[in-house]
């Protein structure tokens, strides 16, 4: 990647001592995708529909990373993909997988939003589970694209979340467990346990490379993708609500940055530091590994609340 010139740009605008990060590799989340993908293909059952599905709305999120990657390192455009453009795309991809998804003849529940912490909380949404599952999954990219801001810190809670993810596909997937548990059951979703020990195997493995000082960075072609993933994960279980829980440090990051314009486009006067929140504790003063590490811990801690969601019921 450096060979090629594929190496990062630092924006001005953001901390200084950021700066000597130019010239870090980047793109490096085609690595995680192709890894992924490989292992699909070893361990995944590829007639199972969830699975073609989720490998069709990460390939789909990460091509549109990598448009917005390759303006910006190859062809120096700074801006990349305009934000209306990417986002449009967003949809798109979203709207496809929603659709897929709606469609799915072993899914008993198409169109219902369970509420967690009670087993009895279900609304069927109609033809509004649609544009609600575009919500999620569009939110979930930019939310992991937000957060991929130094260096570990989002492939970190990706891989949190995959684990979690994991654990609760698999009881979505196993009847005992989820008639125990008085969790959906849904036919076949177990499968998608393969793919999320497959993105939690991915993104260790790139967190080694990745880990401050980052030797890569993921790019946009990583975080777009990966938080599409996470986000069609949570629309496939059925567990869209738990996903706020299990990613709430991308949900805190993603809110930083609205309330942050909001507030500056209304009064003039910015809430934090900087936005999103990762730089706000950086300028307080905190060493950019230790904001890495806290925000690790809040993150399994959300991811254990998560879980524990389903004992509650």
Same mark, same amino acid.
């Given at each position: 990647?450096?060979?090629?010139?594929?190496?990062?740009?630092?924006?001005?605008?953001?901390?200084?001592?950021?700066?000597?990060?130019?010239?870090?590799?980047?793109?490096?989340?085609?690595?995680?995708?192709?890894?992924?993908?490989?292992?699909?293909?070893?361990?995944?059952?590829?007639?199972?529909?969830?699975?073609?599905?989720?490998?069709?709305?990460?390939?789909?999120?990460?091509?549109?990373?990598?448009?917005?990657?390759?303006?910006?390192?190859?062809?120096?455009?700074?801006?990349?993909?305009?934000?209306?453009?990417?986002?449009?795309?967003?949809?798109?991809?979203?709207?496809?997988?929603?659709v897929?998804?709606? *469609?799915?003849?072993?899914?008993?529940?198409?169109?219902?939003?369970?509420?967690?912490?009670?087993?009895?909380?279900?609304?069927?949404?109609?033809?509004?589970?649609?544009?609600?599952?575009?919500?999620?999954?569009?939110?979930?990219?930019?939310?992991?694209?937000?957060?991929?801001g130094?260096?570990?810190?989002?492939?970190?809670?990706?891989?949190?979340?995959?684990?979690?993810?994991?654990?609760?596909?698999?009881?979505?997937?196993?009847?005992?467990l989820?008639?125990?548990?008085?969790?959906?059951?849904?036919?076949?979703i177990?499968?998608?346990?393969?793919?999320?020990?497959?993105?939690?195997?991915?993104? /260790?493995?790139f967190?080694?490379?990745?880990?401050?000082?980052?030797?890569?960075?993921m790019?946009?072609?990583?975080?777009?993708?990966?938080?599409?993933?996470?986000g069609?994960?949570?629309?496939? @279980?059925?567990?869209?609500?738990? *996903?706020?829980?299990?990613?709430?440090i991308?949900?805190?990051?993603?809110?930083?940055?609205? /309330?942050?314009?909001? @507030?500056?486009? *209304?009064?003039?006067?910015?809430?934090?530091?900087?936005a999103?929140?990762?730089?706000?504790?950086?300028?307080?003063?905190?060493?950019?590994?230790?904001?890495?590490?806290?925000?690790?811990?809040?993150?399994?801690?959300?991811?254990?609340?998560?879980?524990?969601t389903?004992?509650?019921?």
């Amino acid at each position: 990647m450096r060979q090629r010139g594929l190496v990062q740009q630092i924006r001005h605008n953001g901390p200084a001592n950021h700066r000597d990060k130019a010239g870090t590799p980047t793109m490096g989340g085609l690595v995680m995708v192709v890894a992924i993908f490989v292992s699909m293909l070893f361990w995944g059952d590829l007639r199972n529909p969830y699975v073609l599905v989720l490998l069709g709305a990460l390939a789909g999120f990460s091509a549109i990373g990598f448009l917005d990657d390759y303006l910006k390192v190859v062809r120096h455009n700074p801006q990349g993909l305009r934000a209306c453009v990417k986002f449009t795309l967003q949809v798109a991809v979203g709207a496809a997988v929603a659709v897929v998804l709606y *469609l799915n003849p072993y899914d008993p529940y198409t169109d219902v939003l369970s509420v967690p912490f009670f087993k009895k909380w279900l609304f069927h949404l109609s033809w509004f589970y649609l544009p609600f599952a575009v919500v999620v999954m569009a939110g979930a990219s930019n939310a992991v694209n937000l957060t991929d801001g130094i260096d570990g810190l989002a492939i970190g809670l990706v891989a949190i979340a995959a684990l979690a993810n994991g654990v609760m596909i698999y009881i979505a997937g196993h009847k005992g467990l989820a008639g125990y548990l008085h969790v959906l059951y849904l036919p076949r979703i177990g499968e998608l346990t393969v793919f999320c020990g497959a993105l939690l195997g991915a993104s /260790l493995g790139f967190l080694w490379y990745n880990a401050y000082p980052a030797d890569v960075f993921m790019g946009d072609v990583g975080s777009l993708g990966l938080g599409g993933a996470l986000g069609a994960l949570a629309v496939a @279980s059925k567990q869209e609500i738990i *996903l706020a829980v299990v990613g709430g440090i991308f949900v805190a990051e993603t809110l930083s940055v609205v /309330l942050q314009v909001l @507030s500056f486009k *209304l009064t003039g006067r910015r809430l934090f530091r900087m936005a999103p929140i990762h730089h706000h504790f950086e300028l307080k003063g905190w060493a950019e590994p230790k904001v890495i590490v806290r925000f690790w811990i809040v993150g399994i801690m959300l991811a254990l609340l998560s879980l524990a969601t389903f004992k509650v019921r």
